[in-house]
């Protein structure tokens, strides 16, 4: 009896979401295949490339950063999948789900954050660096397109990079309008790719610098941590490029065949793609600036120093597909449901997606295009905290079993004050700590601090007020 309710109320929550122009991309079905290949593309994008270049920049050794990148991978596919349980077992978007944690109209808030503000932000930084990539690509396609100017509108040099910003953009907005069946697509031809375009580029750094041997021989450290909080570092950073989708990945599990196919598939996918990814980056940046003499470990410049004729085009192209495919997947789908959520009656999907666009370009975040590792910490300051809240009330509070009273919207409570305590503890502490010289380890791990403050506030103080009726 428990079930049948549990599904009628299902029923009344999803029945919205169906109506509000976009039938069908609720459609969309997704197995354990598509889970393993969702966030492949994601892994290969470049700001994943220039947070290890950052690394390397500042002395950390081949063996530290793979370190690191491997538990970040543990961690962050692990947050992923169990973040996505909830989603796939009663098929809720983010959107509803943060509801549940900090109410009816509490829910808000973390999701304006998530789906609007961080996402916003994110897509502008990543229109900045896919114009870079393009503009790479359209420089070796048409080398002249480098030369054009206009002096009346902008200074010298600046028309090429305008205009492949402009083209990326419009990319971004067409495939966020294609929705689930275009992503879908696209995702499965340039899985197999990425995996074979990367490879054969790292073969090649490899057979031009004689062996992996000279990539990890660099041992210099210069770092004022041991290696065990240097690794921690490193996964933190990996964190932050994931803390937005690990907070919003309902609005891609909600789709799955089941539980265990979106949990073995974004646990297996998000593994096999960082360990090919951790040997793959330290080839292609350490021993691409070792060949090459790129002492800045630039990743677009060791590319276009690669004597590789028309292949050096072709991973041009591909790079610029999965970057293309990571914005879209992480930032615009997240970013155009909740706005869908906030405005149900006036927005469609596809209008959603154009919003989106519009809003994120006015956001002006290309600004912390150089300053990549400062605007992860701060996003993981940020949501990190949310999904710890999100966890602890779904695993420790609800023991994975959401009752009628969650489901039904009119029945959720409008505020949940221990989540927004449990959120202000984990954000707050973040920042008590960059003041305190003493903990200055912990301030470059704002993601793992703020999520371990927040889950165990959010566990403690709910059973603490258990039975004791919100506002």
């Known amino acids: 009896m428990d079930r049948i ?8 929550i999803v029945g919205p979401k169906a109506s509000s122009g976009e039938s069908e991309e609720q459609k969309v079905k997704m197995g354990m295949i598509n889970y393993f290949t969702l966030w492949a593309q994601s892994v290969h994008s470049l700001p994943h490339y220039l947070t290890i270049a950052l690394f390397l920049q500042s002395g950390y050794s081949p063996k530290t950063i793979f370190l690191g990148i491997m538990l970040g991978a543990v961690l962050a596919s692990s947050v992923l999948a169990l973040n996505g349980c909830a989603g796939s077992k009663y098929k809720l978007s983010f959107s509803r789900l943060v509801k549940i944690s900090y109410g009816k109209e509490g829910g808000k808030g973390p999701g304006i954050l998530r789906g609007l503000i961080i ?8 229109i900045y660096l896919g114009g870079q990539i393009l503009m790479a690509l359209l420089g070796k396609l048409f080398p002249a397109f480098l030369s054009l100017e206009c002096p009346l509108l902008f200074g010298q040099g600046q028309l090429p990079m ?8 419009l990319l971004n907005v067409a495939f966020g309008i294609g929705g689930g069946k275009a992503l879908n697509k696209v995702i499965g031809f340039i899985t197999p790719i990425v995996y074979l375009g990367f490879g054969l580029l790292a073969l090649g750094v490899l057979q031009t610098i004689g062996g992996i041997g000279e990539i990890f021989a660099f041992h210099e450290e210069v770092t004022p941590f041991g290696l065990v909080l240097s690794v921690m570092i490193v996964a933190n950073t990996i964190l932050g490029i994931w803390a937005a989708p690990m907070v919003s990945v309902a609005d891609f599990t909600q789709k799955a065949t ?3 196919a979106q949990v073995k598939g974004q646990v297996s996918g998000l593994l096999f793609s960082y360990l090919f990814f951790a040997f793959t980056s330290l080839i292609l940046l350490r021993g691409g600036a070792f060949a090459y003499g790129v002492k800045s470990y630039n990743f677009l410049e060791i590319i276009q120093r690669l004597q590789m004729g028309p292949g050096s085009i072709a991973f041009l192209l591909l790079f610029l597909l999965t970057t293309l495919v990571t914005n879209v997947t992480g930032n615009m789908v997240p970013a155009a449901y909740q706005l869908m959520a906030l405005f149900p009656k006036r927005l469609s999907y596809s209008k959603s997606v154009v919003g989106v666009a519009i809003l994120s370009f006015l956001s002006m975040s290309w600004r912390w295009g150089d300053q990549l590792t400062i605007f992860l910490n701060g996003i993981g300051s940020l949501l990190g905290p949310i999904t710890g809240v999100m966890l602890a009330h779904f695993y420790w509070v609800k023991h994975q079993h959401l009752s009628e009273k969650d489901l039904v919207l009119e029945k959720i409570s409008p505020f949940h004050k221990e989540a927004y305590v449990a959120t202000l503890i984990g954000t707050l502490g973040v920042y008590v700590l960059k003041v305190l010289s003493a903990f200055s380890a912990l301030t470059q791990m704002s993601w793992l ?5 927040s889950f165990l506030s959010e566990g403690l103080l709910s ?3 258990n039975g004791k ?3």
Do not use: D, I, P
Not at 5 to 12: C, D, F, G, S
Not at 162 to 169: A, T
């Open 449 to 453: 601090v703020g999520f371990g403050l």
């Open 463 to 465: 059973r603490r007020n």
């Open 258 to 260: 089941s539980t265990a």
């Open 5 to 12: 309710k549990e599904r009628r109320a299902l029923q009344q």
């Open 162 to 169: 305008v205009l492949s910003y402009g083209l990326f953009w």
């Open 469 to 471: 009726k919100e506002f």
């Open 119 to 126: 996402a916003m932000l994110w897509y502008g930084l990543q």
